[in-house]
Structures are given as C-alpha cells and as structure tokens.
C-alpha cells in the first residue's frame, strides 16, 4: 500500500483562501521574525504585519487555521505567537469549564433525580 494513502485528502476549500491573502504581496521576513530580534526592532515588525493582516479580506480563515493548528512562529490573521497561545489557552480552560460545568449540571440532576426517588419511595411507604 502507498505510504499516506489511508490518510485523508486534503481539500481545496482549506486552501483555497490563501490565494486572497494580503501578505502574498510582501516578502515573508515581514511575519517571522529572524533569530534573536526581541524588543523595539520586533514590535516595529509585527505591528506593520498586523496592519497588513487587518486589511487582508481572508483573516478569519487565517487565525482560525493558524489557532486549530497551534502555528507555533509568525504572525497569523492579525495575532502575535504569544497572543495565539493565549487564546488557544483561554479556550482551552473555557471547553474544560464547560466540561466540568457540564459534569456539575450532570451531577446536579442526579442528586435532584436521586431526591426525587427518595421523595417518592417516602411518599409510597407512608401510602404502606
Ligand atoms: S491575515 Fe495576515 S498572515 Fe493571514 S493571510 Fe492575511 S495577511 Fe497573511
């Protein structure tokens, strides 16, 4: 069997936003920054790489993508590596909440449901 051929094929919709991107026009130093660039120099950067992205009509597909696929370098659909991750963790804790809010309702209903019989198993033995 061909290697890669149980894996999925990738579609032309995921792609096919990318030919509308706006930074297909720059060169790609502009979104990723060179070994050891920190301070001024870095925000000068990515702040006229952010304003590029806010004019880019596919930036929605852009960080959608580039937060499904933790893009680890660059900046994507508007967003800055740190602020990536912390959006990828905020929505993290936010699906765990909802899970454990989730498991809390479930519980809630339980004990509620478990009253409920003891309220008629009460009511059925003072009918005995
Ligand atoms: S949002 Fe920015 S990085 Fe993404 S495709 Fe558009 S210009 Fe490129």
Redesign the pocket.
Known sequence: MQEGALLPRPLESDWK??E?????A?PTEM?FHPDGERGPRRKAREAN??A??A?????S???EQ?LALHEPY?????LSEEERVEIINRRERNKRFGLLRGDLETNQEISLQSNSVDSNTNSIAQLA
């Open positions: 936003w990318q509308a991107a706006a930074c297909r720059y979104f790489a952010k590029i992205c004019s880019c009509p596919v930036i597909n852009c960080r580039a660059g900046i994507w659909g508007g």
